[in-house]
């Protein structure tokens, strides 16, 4: 198996979650995005750490993973805040710091 | 020769004195008059002394002194001059000097000097005296003292300076001085105008002063190469033939109107009748026998340059004669017209200034200096008495037809010291005028002149009988004045104002009728007959003290001068004729008021009215001068000022105003609104448009702010790895 | 090797689409689901690359927990469950033409860099081995996530709460 094969993968991955975030007008739906993409970038890590024989590729993807799953846990309240406070959570309305 | 060598003193002390009264006389007991005459009687001690010295020094030189001997050597260049030569007395300090240019304040003491500073000292002295009892209680006491004493030190620095720059000064000083003592009684206004006429008038011919005096300058300037103002070596330069006869004939013309000014010569005499609006004290010295002088004494002392420039010694009519001559005849004939017994002698002087003038313009320099010596004498002595006359006889009145007459048994010593005056003034044998008079109407014939030993004779006639007319008014006949004394103040002419007669006036003539004056007046109307009887004796023939005292002795002064100014011998025949025709004068007129000859002719013909009109007008000089040359420089002047002003000046005034309103609307309009706030604005609006587009940015959503994030990024990298 | 590839090639095209499907789905619901592939074809690369351990976390951590919480927040926002017309916003192609661009960088880079490079001798990587690393050499960011996660806890329990 070629290592790039992984790696492009990842890279699709990711810009897709990219596209996402911009693109997607429901707070959770961008929340989901940032999820693709991190997605990806442990796709890249492991990748890396099975090519170089080493540990640092899986414990650091154990890392990115808890730390995706706090930022998400986060993420989620204050999208419920937003929501509270606007009854709605498409983030066109959250412009307060327009101008 | 301490007196000589100490000279400047003499002008010094009056001057100091004329301070010293300004400053303190007010709170002295006799008012500042006893610092005024002692001043005056020390400048005269020392002039008798400076006098004395300097004929010592004549006859040192005639003798065997070794300054005699070295006078005589120079001599020798003017050989056929049988006078030694008399070297003058010479000092002098440099005040400033440039270039080889220096100029000098100094004393010049020979024997014109040293006569003049004796005339002046011993006239001044009188008159001091003289004022004493004259002006005694006048408001301005004080200040008259001072201004007498100023200008008798005016007067010394004009005739001992050494220069012509300083005589000038003196000039000036005298001129000021006349002013200021014409006008003393200036509330009224007759007097102050002819203060101002006398000033103005001076001043006329004071252009000519400057102007000469200027061109002395040059005179000796193309002779020896380096300017100066040094009356020696003016002297000397006028002789000179390197010095262009078109020069000196200037320098003689400008100094010549100088003289026509100051001493009353025709046309502009007609100040010195006015001038007597002053006090009698005042009229005696200085117009009479003292600052009116100093033309003629300007005329002495610069002799070669008018020497030259006239031609006089070639015969024949020159200017300076000329008018000297016209000055003679036109003053008597205006003698005769007076009712006022000082105008008549204002008149007279102003014919024998002429007499003077005359003199030096046909070449009789020693007669002219003599004249002026006598004059100065009798003239004040007929002044003062005149002044006795209206102090006590008349109540201050000078009209000889309406107050006087008669007094000759009311005041016996005024009336026989002036019949002395008059008869020096007339000529009569042995008296000084006779002598003076006399000898210019010789060396008139002696020199080629016969013209005016014509003027001068038919001069003589008129002075007799103006002279005998005015003595008869006020002397004989009958008292025409008021007697009783006075319970309402009179309105007089320009003498005392009524403010003063009913002050401190402590003489009591009002409640006696005319009297005999107070001491104070007739001592000094007495030293000065003493004078008019024998200051002629000086010069009588073959004793010829004067000449050989004063004439000046400088041979290289008057080089080629000498042999004209010889003096005539005495003509026995020539003199006989001038005291017959002053005697046929005197009694023609004393006919006419006996009786004897028609009278009132002027009343009865038109062609006498006429003729008295006329000279009682004064030739309409007056109207000419005032009414026509004044009035058509003024007018013009003054019209074509106020054209300039209104529509030259002012306009340039509105047109700069207007223009600066319009630049300021220009500027207001375009410059600062458009252009300035236009661009302020127009910064503002930038700002504030671009800040608008940018705010476009600014929209508030994080998804757009994560592109503008990502895009960059991507951008960058893009770049990076294409430009790597 | 074949079997590898083609395995690999299968799970990618499933990641693939699943990805796709997140981003373009109507229906949010759909969208969380199509997560679900991706993080599932996600845990499947990993043990073709013999990485188990972190394999099935992700299958617990990920799919287990996260994607239970993306649901609760569906609910909890009142998303709207049925397709909606569209959950784009107006940033839709600027936003495909930067990911289209950064894809082809990325990929263009890596293709560059490691053009050729194999991956060799895959074996299992055993649990212990891995959890050694992390309570030996990795144990200061071990405790460091611990302290996050309390962090994170507590801050979600604030921010979330009515008061």
Redesign the interface.
């Known amino acids: 198996m070629l290592l790039n094969q992984f790696l492009i993968l990842a890279a699709f991955l990711f810009c897709t979650g990219?596209y996402g975030?911009?693109?997607r007008k429901h707070a959770v739906l961008?929340l989901m995005s940032i999820e693709l993409m991190l997605a990806g970038v442990n796709l890249n890590l492991v990748a890396f750490g099975a090519f170089r024989h080493t540990d640092i590729g899986q414990v650091f993807a154990l890392f990115v993973l808890t730390i995706a799953a706090a930022e998400v846990g986060i993420g989620l309240a204050i999208v419920l805040l937003i929501y509270r406070n606007l009854h709605s959570a498409d983030?066109?309305d959250?412009?307060?710091?327009?101008? | 020769m301490w007196f000589l060598d100490h000279a400047w003193l003499v002008p010094l002390i009056p001057a100091l004195s004329f301070v010293v009264i300004l400053l303190l006389g007010r709170r002295m007991p006799r008012h500042g008059s006893e610092v005024g005459v002692s001043a005056v009687a020390i400048s005269f001690l020392l002039s008798c002394g400076a006098a004395v010295q300097w004929i010592h020094r004549v006859q040192d030189a005639k003798g065997g002194s070794a300054l005699g001997a070295l006078g005589r050597s120079i001599g020798h260049l003017g050989a056929e001059s049988s006078e030694a030569p008399v070297l003058p007395v010479l000092h002098s300090v440099t005040w400033f000097q440039n270039g080889g240019v220096k100029l000098t304040a100094g004393i010049q003491i020979d024997g014109l000097a040293v006569m003049m500073m004796f005339v002046v000292t011993i006239i001044s002295l009188l008159v001091h005296i003289y004022s004493l009892e004259y002006m005694r209680g006048d408001r301005r006491y004080t200040y008259y003292y001072a201004a007498l004493s100023l200008f008798t030190a005016s007067m010394l620095l004009l005739v001992v300076s050494d220069n012509t720059l300083q005589l000038l000064v003196g000039w000036e000083l005298v001129g000021v001085c006349s002013f200021m003592l014409i006008g003393h009684w200036w509330e009224e206004q007759q007097n102050s105008n002819a203060a101002v006429k006398a000033f103005l008038t001076t001043r006329t011919g004071d252009i000519g002063l400057l102007t000469g005096v200027i061109m002395t300058f040059f005179v000796i300037q193309r002779a020896t190469g380096v300017g100066s103002f040094n009356i020696i070596e003016l002297n000397r330069a006028a002789s000179n033939p390197k010095v262009g006869h078109t020069l000196i004939l200037w320098t003689a013309a400008a100094l010549m109107l100088a003289i026509i000014g100051k001493s009353g010569q025709f046309p502009l005499h007609t100040w010195l009748p006015d001038a007597m609006a002053g006090p009698t004290p005042v009229s005696a010295l200085i117009h009479a026998a003292t600052m009116v002088v100093a033309g003629v004494y300007l005329g002495a002392r610069v002799y070669p340059v008018f020497f030259n420039g006239f031609s006089i010694g070639s015969g024949g009519v020159n200017p300076m004669a000329l008018i000297g001559g016209i000055t003679v005849l036109i003053g008597a004939a205006l003698a005769f017209v007076q009712d006022d017994i000082k105008k008549v002698l204002a008149y007279s002087t102003i014919s024998q200034l002429g007499y003077m003038v005359m003199a030096l313009g046909v070449g009789a320099w020693t007669a002219a200096v003599f004249h002026l010596f006598t004059h100065a004498f009798f003239k004040a002595d007929l002044f003062l008495g005149a002044g006795s006359v209206s102090h006590s006889g008349s109540h201050h009145s000078f009209d000889m037809k309406k107050d006087m007459g008669g007094l000759k048994k009311y005041m016996p010593q005024t009336y026989y010291t002036f019949l002395i005056g008059t008869l020096a003034l007339a000529g009569i044998f042995p008296l000084a005028g006779f002598w003076s008079k006399d000898e210019i109407l010789a060396n008139a014939g002696h020199n080629n002149f016969k013209f005016f030993l014509v003027i001068g004779l038919i001069g003589a006639f008129l002075t007799a009988a103006y002279m005998t007319r005015c003595i008869y008014l006020t002397f004989f006949g009958e008292y025409r004045g008021a007697q009783e004394p006075h319970a309402v103040p009179h309105v007089d002419e320009a003498e005392h104002s009524p403010a003063d007669t009913a002050a401190a006036v402590d003489h009591d003539a009002h409640a006696h009728g005319p009297h005999e004056s107070n001491g104070l007046i007739t001592v000094p109307l007495w030293i000065l007959s003493f004078f008019a009887v024998f200051a002629g004796f000086l010069n009588f023939p073959h004793f010829s003290k004067f000449e050989e005292w004063f004439d000046p002795r400088f041979p290289v002064e008057f080089h080629d001068i000498e042999p004209i100014l010889h003096p005539a011998a005495f003509n026995a025949i020539l003199a006989t004729i001038s005291v017959l025709v002053a005697v046929t004068a005197g009694s023609i007129v004393l006919a006419y008021y006996r009786g004897m000859l028609p009278q009132r002719l002027s009343e009865r013909y038109a062609f006498f009215r006429a003729g008295k009109a006329f000279l009682v007008n004064k030739y309409y000089l007056d109207y000419l001068y005032e009414n026509v040359i004044v009035a058509s420089i003024k007018g013009p002047i003054a019209d074509g000022a106020y054209w300039f002003n209104q529509h030259v000046i002012d306009n340039v005034l509105n047109y700069t105003g207007r223009g600066a309103r319009a630049l300021g609307r220009v500027t207001y309009d375009y410059v600062d609104q458009k252009g300035v706030d236009g661009l302020v604005n127009g910064i503002a609006t930038v700002t504030g448009d671009s800040g608008g587009e940018v705010?476009k940015l600014?929209?508030?959503?994080?998804?757009?702010y994560?592109?503008m994030l990502?895009?960059a990024v991507?951008?960058f990298?893009?770049a990076l790895?294409i430009f790597n | 090797m074949i079997a590898e590839n083609v395995a690999f090639g299968i799970i990618a095209a499933a990641m693939a689409l699943g990805a796709i499907g997140v981003v373009r789905t109507k229906n949010i619901v759909h969208a969380a689901l199509y997560l679900v592939v991706v993080l599932a074809g996600g845990a499947a690369q990993f043990i073709l690359l013999g990485q188990e351990f972190v394999a099935w976390v992700q299958v617990l951590v990920y799919i287990g927990a996260v994607i239970v919480l993306f649901l609760f927040g569906i609910m909890l926002t009142r998303a709207p469950m049925h397709p909606a017309d569209s959950l784009d916003?107006n940033?839709r192609w600027?936003?495909a033409v930067?990911a289209l661009?950064?894809v082809g960088?990325l990929s263009?880079?890596l293709v560059h860099t490691f053009h050729g490079q194999k991956l060799n001798d895959l074996e299992p990587v055993r649990t212990n081995q891995i959890t050694n690393s992390i309570f030996t050499t990795y144990i200061v960011p071990f405790e460091v996530v611990g302290v996050l996660l309390l962090g994170a806890l507590i801050g979600a329990v604030l921010l979330a709460r009515k008061d």
């Open positions: 990219v975030v911009l693109a961008v983030l066109d959250v412009d307060t710091m327009k101008g | 705010r600014e929209t508030g959503r994080l998804q757009f994560a592109l990502v895009a991507v951008i990298a893009g790895w | 916003n940033l600027p936003a930067t661009f950064l960088i263009g880079l």
